[in-house]
């Protein structure tokens, strides 16, 4: 069984996305408070992922590589370990990661499942903010 290596000098570290985005960490203890029901009218999006995650490393990947144009959305960035609290995985009814669940102002807006690519994924936060 091979161990997985520290990122070399110009290698991308896939966690640095949670700082890079400011993602805030939430689990089934917080949630409401951080996310729901927490005052502003930002777009918020909580990305559920989870540890040896093929899927959740392409969209941290591509986060990473294409940081200019995700940080143009705009969005309050949230990030959620769901096999860790698999309550919190629970009460979305996830049947994988990675997820990503949209908010404002306490409604939960819409759900995306899978990484469909950023195309996909900036489409559908446009049609969120057209709708606001």
Known sequence: MSQASEPQAGEFDPAEVFGLFAMREVDSANFDAAVVNAPGSDLRCVFFWGN???NCMLFKNTALM????IKA???AWFHANVYQDEALGRRFGLH???AFVF???GKRLGRISGW???PQFS???A???AGA
Do not use: E, I, K
């Not at 294409?66 to 144009?69: A, E, K, P, V, W």
């Open 96 to 98: 994988g990661v990675p």
């Open 52 to 54: 040896d995650c093929y």
């Open 127 to 129: 049609r969120l903010n």
């Open 73 to 75: 959305l705009g969005l």
């Open 103 to 105: 908010y404002r102002a």
């Open 123 to 125: 489409g559908a936060v």
């Open 66 to 69: 294409l940081q200019d144009q």
């Open 116 to 118: 469909p690519g950023l």
